[in-house]
């Protein structure tokens, strides 16, 4: 019996008494790093209580530079590798929350990618603070003699500042590169160079008013102001006061100092007067950067029996689907039943998640929402500044908490990053369009598809919304996988737009085509106009002139960095690359021969604009693309003046045929529809339909029928048949066969990988040698290698392969399968350095 006990004791001694003896805590933390995995730290005691999950804290990682890392979890599990300690916890409450965390997971499995990558997108860059190189005086920083005019310029300035930054020497010197005269002094020991965080987010102070608590009552008051007879502006001002705060009422509150000297200007002097006799209070206190909603609250429209059929539906599908698909065509009313719906969710305590594909359809949404919900909307999206993001991430963090917290969120894809907690709908609305998939940097993720990831971890339901939904969802509708309503008549009756096919080959041959318009189209945009109706023509192509051409050797002028033409822009007056940014000025005469017969190729919106502009001089016309909205004023902007009528015809890319509604456009052009019809892409038909369909349905939104020219050299196309019938089933079945007989999505799940290198000939050998490592697990489902339609974007050549693989394989062996691979590719020294990009699911 004595020995069964030693030996007990024995056991607990040497299995527990380890364990007892290392009591240091230890955290898994994530960098904002493209690295895999997590990293070890140790946490000092006297921070042990403070760090917790999902709270940020400052470490070192390499040599010198500080991070801003998110702790994912805590352990007493001592690494074998040698280790460093966190130097800061920055957070009092942890600012990413379990769900969250959990998402990140999911995301950086699925798309393959690293959390890190997962990290950087995920939080506002204000959240993430930056190291910064300071530099401070060193040992021999009194000692210096017989020093070139740029080191005493930089020691002149550390005695002036104590520490100064790189940038401060850059601004001093006129360098650009500074590291060598940095590195100069730095071996003299003059000065010494150290890393320090810097906080990117600074919260918003103002100033406010409120009236002294000695001041306790009405009576007082009115004593005091019978007291200011004497200072008649003081009174003034104090009586305004008293009515802008509501003063001895229930609802009395501070007001701002910059609202009260608004309302009576070149009252500064009396308001100081009035703090110093101590009747008014001035104080800080943090006020936000996001605008309040100020407007008039409405009720929401009542729904048609259409209408209210479909949300009964819906209601009855989400008890056994946790996603549904509402197909309804364009002004079919999609948006009144999603403000329903929201009213609901809301009203259980819930957040809703209001998906948009563009930005620019944000600022019509936004009225609308915030004329029924106030200020329980916010916006996120990359248009507003960091700090307005910040701000709105940690409005949606204190949910809850905080009585003026966001209950809805309108924002495009990254939206889904925020740190909600009690998620119970999510809408997308235009679910097809592609924007919704993240193309670089990683990671690549689609928004439309992740956020069914997101929802199931908060037990949350999705509404999928469309008039031309994607061929996978549809599919997936039809199949069961998710529910479905169908929605096909327009808010009141309204009819669908009267569609006509231009044969712009046939128009071209008569002689009726001006520029790039036909007799037909030139004829409806003045009769529309002079009946008192706006028109809107489509051309997916920004720019003036896609390509620059000479006459006598076809010389074409392409980018210095990527494999494709340079676009001329006439604001600019230079021809752009639209991959890499690269400009350069306009020859006057072709490099090659020397010839000056240069000539503009083809078109693009500028071009329409400038040319249109001729023919209709009278006319108020705007461009809406991407080098015209590029800040989210100059897109209120052109959106104001077309609905309020001031802008007559509005050119546009694809940004004109998402979801935007106006009341008052007659005609619809499609200037072009061949470029999307003839693109090598097995979604290309898909495209042109929803584009084609979706830029259609912007006519005739109310009121009266509107109408719809599509110009095309190929009118006998499927695509254009389609599109006249208004059949979407058709065009569905008619794809949905191709993509089967084919093997392409929903019918196989495809990950494109793509290798790069600065080196053509180091790229080609490492895609032959990496499509015979990955052919050896994947067999006949790979596809390729193969060079793409531009092989070559920023200095770096590209080349591809395509994995075609069944919906049952795991996406996380395949991953592994995939990380082989390129871990037996980069044995060789060869390859080392080039780098390998998976995308799950292109788009």
């Not at 059929?309 to 698909?325: A, C, D, Q, S």
């Amino acid at each position: 019996m004595s020995f069964l006990i030693n030996s007990f004791y024995l056991f607990l001694f040497s299995h527990f008494f380890p364990l007892m003896l290392n009591q240091t805590m230890f955290a898994d933390v994530l960098l904002p790093l493209a690295l895999p995995g997590y990293f070890t730290y140790s946490v000092p005691s006297e921070i042990e209580k403070l760090v917790q999950p999902g709270k940020r804290v400052v470490v070192q990682f390499g040599k010198k530079k500080l991070y801003t890392a998110i702790v994912s979890h805590t352990h007493h599990n001592e690494p074998k590798f040698e280790y460093k300690e966190i130097l800061q916890v920055i957070d009092n409450h942890p600012i990413v929350n379990q769900l969250q965390l959990a998402f990140w997971q999911w995301i950086s499995m699925y798309y393959m990618c690293t959390p890190g990558e997962v990290y950087k997108a995920a939080l506002p860059s204000g959240l993430k603070l930056e190291s910064e190189s300071v530099i401070l005086p060193g040992d021999n920083f009194l000692n210096v003699q017989n020093l070139p005019d740029d080191e005493i310029l930089v020691v002149d300035l550390l005695r002036e500042h104590g520490n100064i930054l790189m940038e401060d020497v850059i601004k001093a010197t006129g360098k650009k590169n500074v590291f060598s005269l940095i590195g100069s002094l730095v071996s003299q020991k003059i000065i010494v160079v150290e890393e320090s965080l810097t906080e990117r987010y600074i919260p918003k102070f103002e100033e406010f008013i409120s009236i002294s608590a000695e001041i306790e009552n009405e009576e007082h008051f009115n004593l005091i102001y019978n007291q200011l007879s004497k200072a008649p502006r003081q009174a003034n001002l104090l009586l305004l006061f008293a009515e802008m705060s509501n003063l001895y009422t229930p609802q009395q509150t501070s007001i701002k100092k910059t609202d009260l000297l608004k309302k009576m200007p070149g009252a500064a002097n009396a308001l100081r007067e009035l703090h110093k006799k101590n009747i008014l209070k001035i104080f800080e206190k943090e006020a936000s950067r996001l605008d309040d909603y100020t407007g008039e609250n409405i009720e929401m429209v009542q729904l048609n029996v259409n209408q209210t059929e479909v949300i009964k539906n819906i209601r009855e599908l989400f008890i056994t689907k946790e996603t549904v698909l509402l197909h309804g065509v364009t002004s079919s009313g999609k948006t009144e039943i999603y403000i329903h719906l929201i009213d609901e969710y809301i009203r259980q305590g819930k957040q809703v998640l209001y998906l948009l594909p563009e930005i620019a359809l944000t600022s019509q949404i936004i009225n609308r929402l915030r004329r029924v919900f106030g200020n329980l909307v916010g916006i996120y999206h990359s248009k507003f500044s960091d700090s307005e993001r910040v701000e709105t991430y940690l409005n949606v963090l204190q949910e809850n908490k905080e009585k003026n917290s966001f209950k809805i969120i309108l924002g495009v894809r990254s939206s889904v990053f925020l740190p909600f907690s009690n998620l119970g709908l999510v809408i997308i609305d235009e679910e097809h369009e592609n924007t919704y998939k993240q193309f670089n940097p990683a990671p690549r993720y689609n928004a439309r598809d992740s956020v069914l990831m997101l929802a199931k971890m908060h037990s949350a339901k999705v509404l999928l919304g469309s008039a031309t939904p994607s061929i996978e969802i549809y599919y997936h509708a039809r199949e069961n996988k998710f529910g479905m309503v169908e929605l096909f008549t327009r808010f009141q009756d309204i009819k669908m737009p009267k569609i006509e096919i231009v044969d712009t080959k046939e128009a071209y041959r008569k002689k009726q085509m001006k520029s790039y318009f036909s007799s037909v189209l030139v004829e409806n945009i003045k009769q529309t106009i002079d009946n008192g109706k706006q028109v809107i023509l489509f051309q997916n192509r920004r720019g003036f002139s896609p390509w620059l051409e000479c006459g006598i050797c076809n010389w074409i002028p392409g980018c210095r960095h990527c494999d494709v033409k340079l676009t001329y822009h006439k604001f600019e007056n230079r021809l752009i690359c639209h991959y890499c940014g690269f400009s350069t000025q306009v020859p006057h005469k072709c490099p090659a021969c020397e010839s000056s017969e240069l000539t503009m190729k083809g078109f693009g919106t500028e071009r329409i604009e400038d040319d249109l502009s001729l023919i209709f001089p009278e006319y108020h016309i705007s461009r809406m693309d991407l080098d015209t909205t590029r800040t989210r004023r100059k897109i209120d902007r052109i959106m104001e003046d077309f609905e309020t009528g001031k802008t007559q015809i509005l050119i546009g890319t694809q940004m004109v045929s998402k979801g935007l509604d106006f009341n008052n456009v007659g005609l619809v052009c499609v200037i072009n529809a061949d470029n999307m019809l003839n693109f090598p892409d097995f979604r290309a038909n898909e495209r042109s339909f929803q584009l084609i369909a979706q830029v259609s349905g912007r006519a005739g939104r109310k009121n009266e029928q509107g109408k719809v020219i599509i110009q095309t050299s190929q009118p006998e196309h499927p695509v254009i048949k389609f599109v006249l019938n208004n059949d979407y089933l058709s065009f569905f079945y008619w794809q949905i066969q191709e993509r089967q007989k084919y093997r392409y999505p929903p019918f196989a799940r495809l990950i494109e990988l793509t290798l790069k290198h600065k080196q053509e000939d180091i790229v080609q050998g490492a895609v032959v040698e990496f499509a015979a490592l990955l052919r050896k697990s994947f067999g006949k489902r790979l596809i390729g290698p193969e060079k793409p339609l531009v092989s070559k974007i920023q200095n770096l050549y590209l080349r591809h392969i395509i994995l075609k693989l069944e919906k049952s394989i795991a996406i996380q062996r395949v991953r592994e399968l995939i990380s082989e691979s390129m871990k037996t590719l980069k044995v060789n020294p060869a390859y080392k350095s080039v780098i390998v990009v998976p995308d799950v699911d292109p788009m």
